[in-house]
C-alpha cells in the first residue's frame, strides 16, 4: 500500500502495528489500572488486547516414493487407481494443465500401450495420445486389424512436463508405483513400449539396438519396443521397420 493511502488511514482513526506476531482484534473492555487512584478503568471498544499466539502453518510434507507407493496400492480397479492419480500431488501438477489417465479398452485384446509422457495436445485434451500423434497410433493399429477399444493405453508419467522436457529421477520413480498397480490391475499378455523411455524403464532395453525384439519378462509378460509415432511422423522411413513389429505383436496377441 502506498505511504499516502496509509497516511490517510492513520488521519481516519485507524491504527495498527507491524508484527510477525498475529494478535486479534476483539470488541472487549479490558479493565486497565488507574495510575495513583488504585482504581481501574475499562478500554475502549475494539482496544488491542492479548491473545494466544497463532502458530504459523506448517508446510505441507514433501510427497515421497513410500507415500506413492502406499496410495497407488489402494485401488482395485482402474476406475480407482485413475481417480488416485488425479488427486496424487506429483510436483508436475503445477506446470500441468492436465491429469492424462489410463484408457482401459471395453473390449481388451490383452495388449497394452506404454507410452512416455503426455504430448502438448494430451495435456491439453486431458486424453492419451492425441493430436498427429494420436492419429498415426490408430494407423498403426488399424494395420493390424485392430483400434483404441481393443486395446488399453497409459503413459509412464500422469502430466507433461515443461517444454515436454525429459523427466527428472524423482518425477519417473513419484508416478512409477501407479504404473505397477495399473500393470498389476489390467495383466496384459503383451507391452507395446513407444519410445525410448518406456522400453529402458520397464524392460531396460536400448531402443536404438533393441527395436522389434520382443522381450520375455519373468512374469510371462511380452515387452515389444518400438518408435514413438511422433518419430515416425518425422522418419517416415522408419514405418518399415514398425510395421514388421506390429505384425509381431499381432502374432503374438494370437498365440498368447
Not at 72 to 78: H, K, L, V
Amino acid at each position: 500500500m502506498a505511504y499516502n493511502a496509509l497516511q490517510d488511514l492513520c488521519l481516519a482513526g485507524i491504527k495498527w502495528e507491524i508484527t510477525d506476531v498475529p494478535l486479534v482484534r476483539a470488541n472487549i473492555n479490558t479493565p486497565q489500572q488507574n495510575p495513583g487512584t488504585g482504581t481501574t478503568t475499562d478500554s475502549a471498544p475494539g482496544a488491542r488486547v492479548a491473545t494466544a499466539i497463532v502458530p504459523p502453518i506448517a508446510p505441507s510434507a514433501p510427497i515421497s516414493v513410500d507415500m506413492a507407493k502406499s496410495i497407488a496400492s489402494r485401488p482395485t480397479d482402474i476406475d480407482a487407481l485413475n481417480r488416485m492419480i488425479c488427486e496424487f500431488k506429483h510436483p508436475l501438477r503445477t506446470t500441468a494443465t492436465n491429469t492424462v489417465t489410463i484408457h482401459n479398452a471395453p473390449n481388451p485384446n490383452g495388449l497394452l500401450i506404454l507410452t512416455d509422457i503426455p504430448g502438448a495436445d494430451d495435456d491439453s485434451s486431458g486424453d492419451i495420445l492425441s493430436g498427429a500423434a494420436g492419429e498415426m497410433m490408430d494407423k498403426m493399429l488399424n494395420a493390424i486389424a485392430m483400434s483404441r477399444d481393443m486395446v488399453s493405453i497409459m503413459p509412464m508419467i500422469f502430466w507433461r512436463t515443461p517444454g515436454g522436457r525429459t523427466p527428472t529421477r524423482e518425477e519417473i520413480d513419484l508416478s512409477r508405483p501407479f504404473v505397477n498397480r495399473a500393470l498389476e490391475l489390467m495383466a496384459p499378455r503383451v507391452i507395446l513400449t513407444l519410445g525410448t523411455l518406456p522400453a529402458m524403464e520397464i524392460a531396460n532395453i536400448n531402443l536404438g539396438r533393441g527395436h522389434g525384439v520382443p522381450v520375455t519378462m519373468d512374469d510371462g509378460k511380452i515387452i515389444m519396443p518400438i518408435f514413438h509415432p511422433n518419430y515416425l511422423i518425422l522418419k517416415p522411413a522408419a514405418k518399415r521397420d514398425v510395421w514388421n513389429a506390429l505384425q509381431n505383436v499381432q502374432n503374438l496377441l494370437k498365440s498368447a
